[in-house]
């Protein structure tokens, strides 16, 4: 993790609330403690590189700013808006550039439950009406491909449900609220096994989880969660083939693909995310994803910090 964060912002913000860890019984919980109205800005920044074997092909770095609002708090959950703002990206691709200009001051309201546990996107029509004008931007930024409005309208198809939006396309909100109501014991490691439904393919991928406390700080109230997670090889290879093929579905001459055909493939990822126990604000994240295909591979870094 590049940052860590004192916790002298929060002092002043701070109503007299119990902390969760709780030496008397070696646990930590993570519980959301957020007031209408409450604000905090991060800043977003994401990292790509592409790797054949030991060769780094690409790199790219994206950042922006995202200002969190607490729309409503109630016994039962939460109202939060987050607004991004000043996206930077070093990237030459001029439709990712595009995007980035496209996505300036857009929002995301969603909700949660009484923890801080993420539940839904409540508006889909606006962020469907952004994701509309994003591949109308694509549309025109390749036109001169055959077949190029065939693939965005399977591409639009697949990813534009509010399903899809929520798997796919809010990966930072998802991150964020990951630790709210979970509760560890400080001397434990847990593992367990998760499947989770693809929108993309009607399917599911399971995957192995590794979870641990690794610090706690009990004077300034805060505790850092570890998450190790290795997808299902099978899992991966099915779902890369039915994409695939939808993607490709009424392009001429592209004949549908097997899951033989398909080199093995595989998702691992590790990530680290503290968390101020006493307010529930996540003080930084930092991830790592490997996506490998074969002897290509695909990482990307994802780090979250108070701005």
């Known amino acids: 993790m590049k940052k860590l964060f004192t916790l002298i912002l929060f002092i002043t913000l701070l109503i007299e609330v119990k902390s969760q860890i709780n030496l008397s019984d070696s646990t930590v919980q993570f519980v959301g403690y957020w007031i209408k109205g409450d604000t905090i800005t991060y800043k977003i920044v994401q990292e790509e590189y592409k790797i054949n074997d030991i060769d780094t092909l690409q790199h790219s770095t994206t950042s922006c700013n995202a200002l969190i609002t607490?729309?409503?708090?109630?016994?039962?959950?939460?109202?939060?808006?987050?607004?991004?703002?000043?996206?930077?990206?070093?990237?030459?691709?001029?439709?990712?550039?595009?995007?980035?200009?496209?996505?300036?001051?857009?929002?995301?309201?969603?909700?949660?439950?009484?923890?801080?546990?993420?539940?839904?996107?409540?508006?889909?029509?606006?962020?469907?009406?952004?994701?509309?004008?994003?591949?109308?931007?694509?549309?025109?930024?390749?036109?001169?491909?055959?077949?190029?409005?065939?693939?965005?309208?399977?591409?639009?198809?697949?990813?534009?449900?509010k399903e899809a939006i929520e798997a796919t396309a809010i990966d930072e909100i998802k991150l964020f609220h990951f630790p709210f109501g979970a509760k560890f014991n400080l001397n434990d490691v847990y593992t367990d096994e998760v499947e989770i439904q693809n929108p993309l393919d009607g399917g599911s991928m399971k995957s192995t989880r590794e979870m641990s406390i690794i610090d706690t700080d009990t004077?300034?109230?805060?505790?850092?969660?570890?998450?190790?997670?290795?997808?299902?090889?099978?899992?991966?290879?099915?779902?890369?083939?039915?994409?695939?093929?939808?993607?490709?579905?009424?392009?001429?001459?592209?004949?549908?693909?097997?899951?033989?055909?398909?080199?093995?493939?595989?998702?691992?990822?590790?990530?680290?995310?503290?968390?101020?126990?006493?307010?529930?604000?996540?003080?930084?994240?930092?991830?790592?994803?490997?996506v490998k295909c074969g002897t290509v591979s695909k990482v990307k870094t994802i780090e979250i910090s108070i701005n």
Request: aromatic share 8%; net charge negative.
């Open 70 to 161: 607490i729309l409503d708090s109630t016994s039962t959950g939460y109202k939060i808006k987050w607004t991004y703002t000043n996206f930077q990206t070093n990237n030459p691709n001029k439709f990712i550039q595009k995007l980035s200009s496209i996505a300036e001051n857009s929002s995301i309201i969603f909700s949660t439950d009484e923890l801080g546990v993420f539940k839904e996107i409540i508006n889909v029509a606006e962020v469907q009406q952004y994701m509309k004008t994003a591949f109308d931007t694509l549309r025109s930024s390749f036109s001169d491909i055959p077949n190029i409005n065939t693939i965005i309208n399977n591409v639009q198809t697949m990813f534009s449900s």
């Open 219 to 290: 004077t300034n109230s805060s505790a850092t969660l570890k998450l190790v997670s290795i997808a299902n090889k099978e899992d991966c290879k099915r779902i890369t083939t039915n994409v695939i093929n939808q993607l490709m579905k009424g392009v001429d001459k592209v004949p549908t693909i097997t899951e033989s055909q398909m080199p093995e493939i595989s998702i691992d990822e590790i990530m680290a995310v503290r968390v101020h126990t006493d307010s529930g604000w996540l003080l930084d994240l930092y991830r790592i994803q490997e």
